[in-house]
């Protein structure tokens, strides 16, 4: 989006219809209410950039289908000059002519209209720049169906569009829409605001509004349009004494046949604009960050430095990062509103009707003004951000991203923000100074992505910001080139035999949230979902992978091939062959590793769990399926994947231990029935808590302990250190699979045999390093520091020298040696040791 400059943001409200409360879908589920449908609709305005628009910023649902939109708004009008009561100079005509049509057309290139044009949805900025204000209230509510008020102004409205009638979507009589509004209608609104400025008074201002009707499709009659409506307000002579192309450029709008009124696009290339198109630059669309072309092409310094130095920092950040800081301010839209009057609450008892017939008739209550449509926008006032932020230093605007981060700006309201870094996650994602730093901060490394990818694994360490989350964990995910050009590249029309299944789970996946249930939102899930599968064919569909595509199509739902490509970036490094026709050998694998880990970070539940038959594969396979995305609401989600991204494909195990050590004490206290229904409807779990507690277990467990053969083959990944968490400025081998072999690494087990051991296996290598064993001169063993484990080889000494070659009898000898040094060990420690072998041995856990 582009930055706030010298706007302001603006809210306006309307009411979307009622649906019956006893009706059902086709599918026997009920309606989908209007208001869900426009919020879904509305998301693809929120893209729209350009200079002719106003920006749309946020839609939020509230009470009785009530909808609040938030956009770009400016004081100024055109509506202050018809005020004025004087006539407008050729040449300010022109350029209201050409900066509108500028806006229609590329309206038009995205399929749209306005419809609702007028001067007061004609608004000016500081520089007398024209930009269109509320474009897209048409699209939004399905050309006027889904709202009870019709779209546009009488007086400015095409004869057409006034033959069709009104028409309302809750009306059962009206069994077809009328025909959409096509460029050809705003043509004629804007003849009549151009015409309304020649003559320097209001259209048809002082007559009935039947009347208004009556008469302009009467015009259709009339050979000259603009003499018949300058006789009708007596300015004839005004408006013949107007320049030769500004009149041809009314009469070329007010032509009453829509197949003889030019479009938008062809009404800028006539001859009536030679002499100011050349005045204005054409149009370039801003460039994605994930593209082919180069996104650094347009910059350069502007001629005198010192432009570059604003006192009022907040002006020059994005209109969007402005909405979000002002919400965390204390910012609320519906008592803005309502301070305004523009929301009036009424008792209860006051909306009652007065007769009521045993049929359900009602009479005797008149329809409440407040439902009505009220087209004024609110200004929201920025007083209460900015004194949030006056103490925040210029500094926190432009971060020096080659230094240490740890001297964070100052600010009275909250001390030394280094110290917000230790609250809760939860405290921090709502701090506005806090936040405002960190957007910054993301927003200048993505700008620099991937030449700063390390740098931004660095930060993601610490938290990452809601507003920034969906590109953030594109970063992360590796995610670069022309994604747009690769999606486009895949067919999702062509029916296949899944599409069935994806229409029946889409209806149940995360429907509890407004974005994913509106049927825009199905859409977008259906087309995501069939791209993959069929850019997969060696894969097939899954139950649960319409849960794993949910958080990256929140995130990105303006963005489809996003996230597409975040979804198959993830997928292999988390899932690699989960979603084979035939996935049993590797999900039986999983799970057995999963059991281990158990048995290694809690034996004592491990045991428990065994003993009443309650294995992982009862209720952990939509866990790791999903990747908990079953398990958890979306809020939830982002915060556990925040983690997970940081992590190689064994984190899932530390967090799976991490949610049953949450309940562990009500695991142990109950049987198989009780935890079966436990499970069922899993209780409330602490995220940021699972969380914490998962990078613990992860950093407690051996790389080689998570190993598993049918997991992705070997490949070279970057800017993470041996834990997965990322160290900037290193590259490793992110899993132990992808770790070079050598004579000490550990070798796959059959099914069988992994089932049939409790505890997990690690590799010589491993217990070198954990024992901290070290060569010096002369190849005698010396110690560096306290051993991590303690290791207790169970061989007889008949075994023993014949065990292996001499570099693992070296090796078990060091081990014995070790194991001497603890022989008080209790009994219970020792069960759990295992016999060694040249290729992999066996450990104890952290806490023994």
């Not at 409360?21 to 426009?38: A, E, F, R, Y």
């Not at 350029?95 to 995205?110: D, Q, S």
């Not at 479009?263 to 960050?289: R, W």
């Amino acid at each position: 989006m582009r930055p706030l400059r010298d706007a302001q943001l603006g809210a306006f409200t309307f009411f979307a219809s009622a649906l019956p409360h006893d009706v059902c879908g086709s599918n026997g589920l009920p309606l989908t209410p209007n208001s869900i449908k426009i919020l879904g609709r509305f998301q693809i305005l929120k893209t729209f950039t350009h200079p002719r628009l106003c920006q749309y910023v946020d839609i939020s649902r509230g009470k009785h289908e009530r909808l609040v939109v938030v956009a770009e708004h400016y004081e100024s009008s055109l509506s202050d000059f018809q005020r004025q009561g004087k006539t407008a100079s050729p040449e300010m005509v022109l350029k209201v002519a050409y900066e509108v049509l500028e806006g229609l057309e590329f309206m038009n290139k995205h399929g749209m209209v306005h419809r609702a044009l007028a001067p007061n949805n004609v608004l000016m900025d500081h520089k007398g720049n024209l930009k269109l204000a509320k474009f897209g209230l048409y699209y939004m509510t399905d050309r006027g169906g889904d709202v009870d008020f019709p779209i546009g102004y009488p007086s400015y409205l095409a004869p057409e569009v006034i033959a069709q009638g009104s028409f309302h979507a809750s009306d059962p009589s009206n069994e077809e829409a009328p025909l959409p509004s096509g460029p050809k209608s705003d043509i004629w609104s804007l003849g009549v605001l151009l015409f309304e400025m020649c003559a320097g008074r209001r259209l048809l201002h002082n007559i009935e509004i039947s009347e208004r009707l009556k008469f302009i499709l009467t015009l259709g009659c009339m050979d000259d349009i603009v003499t018949v409506l300058a006789e009708e307000h007596g300015c004839l002579d005004t408006i013949k004494d107007l320049p030769v192309n500004v009149l041809e450029l009314l009469r070329k709008c007010l032509i009453f046949l829509p197949s003889k009124r030019p479009t938008p696009a062809e009404l800028l290339g006539d001859e009536v604009f030679n002499e100011i198109s050349c005045l204005y630059m054409p149009f370039q669309k801003p460039l994605s960050l994930f593209s082919s072309s180069l996104r650094c092409a347009h910059l350069e310094l502007p001629e005198d430095i010192s432009d570059l130095c604003k006192e009022d920092y907040l002006s020059e950040r994005a209109i969007d990062e402005v909405y979000y800081l002002w919400c965390l301010a204390g910012g609320d839209l519906e008592k803005e509103l309502t301070n305004q009057g523009i929301i009036q609450s009424k008792p209860p008892l006051c909306t009652l009707p007065k007769f009521l017939l045993e049929d359900g008739e009602s009479f005797g209550q008149g329809r409440d003004r407040s439902f009505l449509l009220d087209d004024t926008t609110v200004t929201l006032s920025l007083c209460q951000l900015r004194n949030r932020l006056k103490d925040v230093g210029g500094e926190a605007y432009y971060p020096l991203l080659e230094e240490e981060q740890s001297s964070l700006p100052q600010s009275a309201s909250s001390q030394d923000l280094s110290t917000t870094v230790t609250l809760p996650l939860i405290i921090r994602e709502r701090d506005t100074e806090y936040q405002l730093t960190r957007i910054v901060l993301f927003h200048r490394l993505l700008q620099a992505y991937p030449y700063k990818r390390d740098l931004v694994w660095k930060d993601a360490r610490v938290d990452i910001p809601p507003l920034v989350r969906g590109m953030a964990w594109a970063a992360l995910l590796g995610i670069e080139g022309d994604i747009q050009a690769k999606y486009e590249g895949i067919d999702k029309d062509t029916p296949i035999p899944t599409d069935r299944q994806i229409e029946v789970d889409i209806p149940r996946c995360h429907q509890y949230d407004e974005l994913l249930s509106s049927p825009q939102g199905h859409v977008k899930f259906r087309r995501v979902l069939k791209a993959w599968v069929v850019s997969h064919p060696d894969l097939v569909y899954w139950q649960g992978l319409d849960s794993l595509c949910a958080p990256f199509l929140y995130l990105n739902f303006n963005n489809e091939a996003l996230a597409y490509a975040c979804m198959s970036a993830f997928i292999p490094k988390y899932l690699y062959n989960f979603f084979l026709k035939d996935n049993s050998h590797v999900i039986q694998e999983y799970l057995t590793v999963f059991s281990q880990m158990i048995a290694f970070h809690d034996p004592e539940l491990s045991n428990h769990l065994n003993q009443i038959g309650f294995i992982p594969d009862l209720y952990a396979i939509p866990w790791f399926l999903t990747m908990f995305t079953h398990v958890f609401p979306l809020h939830k989600i982002f915060h556990l994947w925040d983690t997970l991204l940081l992590g190689n494909s064994s984190f899932p195990f530390c967090i799976g231990v991490a949610i049953l050590q949450q309940l562990r004490d009500r695991l142990l206290a109950n049987g198989f029935n009780e935890c079966i229904l436990l499970f069922s409807d899993l209780p409330e779990i602490d995220i940021e808590r699972c969380v914490h507690e998962s990078i613990k277990l992860f950093s407690w467990t051996p790389k080689s302990a998570t190993y598993r053969q049918h997991a992705q083959p070997p490949k070279t990944t970057a800017v993470t250190d041996g834990n997965g968490f990322g160290r900037p400025g290193t590259y490793y081998f992110s899993d132990y699979q992808d770790m070079p072999r050598t004579d000490l690494s550990r070798e796959p087990l059959a099914l069988s045999e992994l089932k049939a051991e409790l505890s997990p296996r690690i590799s010589a290598e491993d217990l070198i390093d954990l024992c901290e064993l070290s060569l010096a001169g002369g190849g005698k063993r010396t110690r560096a520091g306290r051993p991590k484990i303690v290791a207790v080889d169970v061989r007889s000494a008949e075994e023993y020298p014949y065990a292996a070659e001499p570099p693992a009898r070296w090796i078990c000898s060091g081990i014995s040696t070790i194991a001497c040094k603890y022989n008080s060990l209790p009994s219970t420690s020792l069960s759990l040791c295992q016999s060694l072998s040249l290729s992999h041995s066996a450990y104890l856990p952290p806490a023994l």
